[in-house]
Every structure is written in C-alpha cells, then in structure tokens.
C-alpha cells in the first residue's frame, strides 16, 4: 500500500505498517541513517517556492502546498513549525521523501 496511486489518480500517502495492525518493521539494518520508508528523497523541490493549498497547523501535523517544480505544479504533503493559512507563500527547506516537505514562510516587503 506505500506510495503509488489510488483510484482518484492522487498520490498515497505513505503510512507504517505497524500504525495499522501489521507487523511491525525489523531492526534498522544501518543504525544511524535515517531510513527512507517512503520513497527516495526528492532534490529538486529543495528551494522552490509554493503556496499553502490544505491549512498546515504546524508541528507533526502536515498540510498540503503546491510547488512548480520540474516546469510543472505538484502537490506535496508539506510540514512547518508555525501554522500556516491557506495562500501563504512558502519556501521548501527540505525533502522528507515519498512526496512530503518541510518548508518555511516566505514574507514579501512591500
């Protein structure tokens, strides 16, 4: 069920397969490295800008922006510190893999 794409053409979220009653993962055959569970890490979305398209409350809650990236919009499940209200502008500081970001606000001057 990781990654991939559901009936409505839209890309999965990954989920861990002990969240949902399954057995849960071996031991870390490389401790120390950070595991990539769901999908490789995505470089060319590091330093695009975006826009908050699902409210990201911030912390361990995702949202949802939409980055161009690659001549193209794409949708990434997105994190932040701070809240962020749909139509903010943002700038992403890292790939998390399988489709999801962290990114930071992006304050424009008058």
């Known amino acids: 069920m990781p990654g991939g794409r559901g009936r409505s053409g839209r890309e999965r979220r990954c989920v861990d397969p002990g969240a949902l009653g399954g057995e849960a993962p071996e031991a870390d055959p490389w401790p120390g490295e950070e ?11 590091v330093g695009c800008r975006g826009v908050v398209t699902i409210r990201i ?3 361990d809650e995702p949202g949802e922006v939409r980055v161009r990236v690659r001549g193209t919009f794409e949708l990434f499940v997105a994190y932040t510190v701070e809240a962020l209200n749909v139509g903010n502008r943002v700038l992403v500081n890292r790939s998390r893999g399988g489709r999801a970001v962290d990114v930071t606000s992006v304050f424009t001057e008058p």
Not at 35 to 45: A, K, L, Q, S, T
């Open 35 to 45: 595991p990539e569970e769901c999908g490789p890490f995505d470089p060319d979305v």
């Open 57 to 59: 409350p911030g912390g």
